[in-house]
């Protein structure tokens, strides 16, 4: 009598091999994801629309044809010719602004560096004090402290001086710039530190080696948004500065906008913005990983 040689299937005899059905591609998504995918993908497309719209149509506007403007005639870039000789130059002016926006990044990092390690990582008397009145500048108005600015500057010799206004864009970004680099230390495991002194590190080597590269996200941020404040900044310059000189490129802008009989320059008015916004729009598509990483950075704290 044959026998049958009934054999059990891969799965059963513990094969590697999977046995899938013809046809079959994966597990499929539920009918809600998919109705609710479609609205999401629709409304997030008509924002960024939104967003993009005014940026673009300034690009375009600046080197197209417009009555009363240096482009009056077919498509180029006469606007971007009449900004770049205006008066002392448009590279002066860019240079102020450069000089102003990464002296304000640097003191901003370096002193809400070690002012987050040690706020994050050192127990002394009056210290969460101390931290409220460095965040308490954000209660202040800002246009109201230029005035007192403006005198205490006059005093020390660094009235109508491009490091005075550095000095006073760094005061304004500390509170958050502080607070940033706190949650950013504080997030860090303490044990990081312990491992760093135990395998001989000093203090400074181990704040240096060690946590220096945890909270970088924290200071890509920081930085990114200290930049952009001095970058873009109208009143510290417009108060603090007399020399025609040594305007930054905001202020360069708005005084050649104006034209005789109060008529405004808009094609200029563009390309200077468009000038503006560059290095902004740049500088935010390099760092925007870290920039995200450092607003979480604080977010699963222990």
Request: with cysteine; proline share 6%.
């Amino acid at each position: 009598m044959a026998t049958t040689d009934i054999r059990p299937p891969a799965a059963v005899t513990g094969s590697t091999r999977a046995i899938v059905a013809p046809g079959y591609r994966g597990r499929p998504r539920p009918r809600g994801a998919l109705l609710w995918g479609l609205p999401s993908k629709v409304f997030t497309g008509a924002v960024a629309i939104i967003f993009l719209y005014p940026l673009v149509w300034t690009g375009v506007a600046s080197v197209s044809p417009q009555a009363g403007t240096n482009q009056a005639e077919g498509w180029g870039f006469g606007n971007y010719e009449k900004l770049a000789n205006f008066q002392s130059g448009i590279w002066v002016y860019l240079g102020n602004s450069l000089f102003v926006s990464i002296t304000t990044v640097v003191l901003t990092l370096l002193i809400s560096f070690l002012g987050g390690y040690a706020f994050a990582r050192f127990s002394f008397p009056g210290k969460n004090l101390l931290f409220l009145s460095v965040l308490a500048i954000l209660m202040v108005p800002y246009a109201t402290l230029l005035i007192p600015l403006y005198v205490i500057l006059n005093a020390v010799g660094l009235q109508n001086s491009l490091l005075g206004v550095a000095l006073v864009l760094t005061m304004f970004q500390l509170p958050f710039s502080m607070f940033m680099m706190r949650i950013s230390f504080e997030s860090v495991p303490r044990e990081l530190d312990e491992a760093a002194l135990v395998d001989g590190c000093t203090s400074f080597s181990a704040l240096w080696r060690v946590l220096l590269p945890a909270v970088k996200p924290g200071l890509i941020t920081v930085g990114l948004f200290a930049f952009l404040t001095a970058w873009n900044d109208f009143i510290a310059p417009l108060i603090l500065i007399n020399d025609q000189s040594r305007i930054t490129l905001p202020l360069a802008v708005a005084n050649l906008r104006g034209q005789t009989m109060g008529v405004i320059d808009y094609g200029v008015t563009e390309a200077g913005v468009v000038v503006l916004a560059l290095p902004c729009i740049v500088l935010f598509l390099i760092l925007q990983r870290h920039y995200v990483r450092g607003f979480m950075s604080g977010a699963f704290k222990g």
